[in-house]
C-alpha cells in the first residue's frame, strides 16, 4: 500500500500544500488519541459555553478546535483560518498561500457514548486583495477548494480526501504513524435505496418535502424497500454513502433558525460536496449544485441533499 506523501505527488500536488495537508493530518492524529482516551482522559462532557452556532459546546470541541487552530497558525504557509467554534477569522500570515476551514468534531453530539465523529477541512487559495484577518477571504464559492477531507475518528481512523482528482480514502497506520492508500478510488453508485435524515423534522418540512418522503416510504414501487441508515454525523453518514451510494439529506424547515437548514456552507457542505462529486456522485442545495453557491457569511447554512445520482434527482424533481 502506498503512502499519502507518495499519492499526492503521483497527483501532481504542489509541495507546499502537500506540507500543508501534513500539518493538518498530524493534528487529527493528536484528536484520534485524545478521542480513543475518552473519560480516561477526562475530555467527555459538555462546557458552560456555547459557540457562534448556539450549540452548547463539548470539552473535546474546544479541545480539538484549539489543537487545530494552533497548528495552522503556527504554519507560515496559512494566511487564514476559520473554525466552525469561532465567531470569526483569524488571521494568520499575511502572505501566506493558502486559507483552511474546519469543523473539528462533526457529530460532536456522539462523543458521549462513543459514536461516530469526524474532523472535516478545506483548503482554499488566499485572496491577496483582501486583509488576511477579513471573513471576505472565504466568501469564494466551493469550486476554488483546492483540497477538501476529513478523518473519521473509530475503530480505525480513515482519511477520506481529494485535491481535485479521485475521492481516495486512507487508514492511519498505527504501526508506522502515516496515512496508507486503502481505496484508490470511491465511487458512489448512480443508484440505492440507502437514506439518511433525521425523520423526527417530518412535522417541520414543508408539503413538497413531506410528499417525497410519504413516496419514498409508503407509495412509490420505485423505492420500495428504502432503508434509513442515520448516525446524527453527517462525516459518517457521508462516509457510508461515499463507500456504498444512498443519500444524505437536511431539508430547510419551518422553525426559526432552520429556514436553510442547519448545514453549514463552508464548514460541512462544501469540503462533503467536493469529495461527492468525485466520487461520481451529486450535491444540491434547493435544486442548485452546491459547490456553484456564492458564500455572503462566514457560518452561512444551506439545505443539503448529496450523493446517488438517481435519488438526488428524484428529490429534486419533486421539491423543486
Known sequence: ??????????????????????????????????????????????????????????????????????????????????????????????????????????????????????????IYPAKVDVPYDSDEQFNQPGTNQVCAGYVL?????????????????????????????????????????????????????????????DKLLYTSEEFDKSSIRYNAAMVGDVHRILCRGGVFMYPQDTRAGNENGKIRLLYEANPLAMLTENAGGIATSKGRRILDIQPDDLHQRVPVILGSSEPVNYFDSIVY
Request: charged share 25%; proline share 3%; with cysteine.
Open 1 to 122: 500500500m502506498k503512502r499519502l506523501n507518495k499519492v499526492l505527488k503521483e497527483d501532481g500536488v504542489e509541495t507546499d500544500l502537500i506540507m500543508l495537508i501534513r500539518t493538518i493530518l498530524a493534528t487529527t492524529k493528536e484528536i484520534a488519541f485524545r478521542v480513543s482516551q475518552g473519560e480516561l482522559a477526562g475530555v467527555l462532557g459538555s462546557t458552560l459555553n456555547e459557540n457562534i452556532q448556539g450549540e452548547v459546546q463539548k470539552k473535546l470541541d474546544v479541545i480539538a478546535n484549539q489543537l487545530l487552530k494552533d497548528t495552522l497558525i503556527d504554519d507560515d504557509l496559512v494566511k487564514t483560518v476559520a473554525s466552525e467554534e469561532e465567531d470569526n477569522a483569524v488571521g494568520a500570515h499575511p502572505e501566506g498561500k493558502y486559507i483552511v476551514a474546519f469543523d473539528p468534531l462533526d457529530g460532536s453530539s456522539n462523543i458521549d457514548v462513543n459514536g461516530q465523529i469526524g474532523t472535516i477541512f478545506t
Open 153 to 213: 475518528y473509530g475503530p480505525s481512523s480513515l482519511l477520506v480526501m481529494s485535491t481535485g482528482g479521485p475521492t481516495r480514502c486512507y487508514t492511519h497506520d498505527l504501526t508506522h504513524g502515516g496515512f496508507l492508500l486503502t481505496k484508490p478510488e470511491l465511487l458512489v453508485p448512480s443508484k440505492s435505496r440507502e437514506f439518511s435524515v433525521n425523520m423526527a423534522n417530518y412535522r417541520y418540512w414543508d408539503e413538497s418535502t413531506q410528499v417525497y418522503f
